[in-house]
């Protein structure tokens, strides 16, 4: 099935820095969603965005809604190592619509 | 707000067995819970949409007869693998959708054996 485009696979930060991660579509979403996903464990909503251009905040994390509608980014500011995870995005075309979610990215922050 | 509580964290069973798994949206009505699969260093693999009081939708390639589920109620789902085989095991989540926010279970860990 479709897919989101994340990437790079794996991300390798040093405590104390910020990252961006970028996720895009060929299609169109009305909803963009950020998720953490830690081992053994289900995943965890991060941001929820439902208007083009959106720009939200959730403390160290600020993601934002593409204007055309076909990408979103998610910015950890002064990564901590408990920020180590999978980062996943997904995109829904209506409320309570089946989500498509990309491949995930791992992040690991060095001390 | 919004918490839903999967059950069994995690189960092991014999093949040729079946294995129940629960999932309860915990402080909200959710008309429409879907089901994962998870395998490892991979996305999440839907495979199934559930709508309270009519029959789930599975996704191309899910057999419905052998993952069977059930929405009885507008706060329950159940996913019931049947006749498991070692082939089956796997991590798998639920994930309850309201007003246009979906909140996932923490996950059941299978292993056939």
């Known amino acids: 099935g479709q897919q989101l485009n994340q990437s790079p696979q794996s991300m390798f930060i040093q405590e104390g820095e910020d990252v961006s991660m970028n996720c895009t579509s060929s299609?169109?979403?009305?909803?963009w969603l950020w998720y953490k996903q830690d081992p053994g464990e289900g995943p965890v909503l991060l941001i929820a965005l439902y208007k083009a251009g959106e720009l939200t905040s959730n403390g160290r994390l600020t993601a934002q809604f593409g204007i055309t509608r076909k990408d979103s980014f998610l910015n950890i500011s002064a990564s901590i190592p408990s920020d180590v995870g999978i980062y996943f995005c997904?995109?829904?075309?209506?409320?309570?619509?089946?989500?498509?979610f990309g491949k995930g990215i791992t992040l690991s922050v060095r001390p | 707000g919004a918490v839903v509580s999967q059950h069994p964290s995690r189960v092991i069973c014999k093949s040729g067995t079946s294995v129940k798994i629960e999932c309860r949206s915990l402080?909200?009505?959710?008309?429409?819970m879907f089901w994962y699969r998870q395998f490892p260093k991979q996305s999440l693999m839907l495979m199934a949409t559930s709508n309270e009081g009519s029959k789930a939708t599975y996704e191309q390639g899910v057999e419905k007869d052998k993952f069977l589920i059930n929405h009885a109620s507008l706060t329950l789902s159940t996913l019931t693998v049947t006749s498991a085989h070692p082939e089956d095991s796997s991590f798998y989540i639920c994930?309850?959708?309201?007003?246009?926010?979906?909140?996932f279970g923490s996950g059941t860990r299978l292993t056939v054996v």
């Open positions: 994930s309850a959708g309201t007003g246009g926010r979906y909140t």
């Open positions: 299609s169109i979403f009305n909803t």
């Open positions: 997904a995109g829904s075309t209506g409320a309570n619509s089946k989500l498509t």
């Open positions: 402080d909200f009505q959710a008309t429409t």
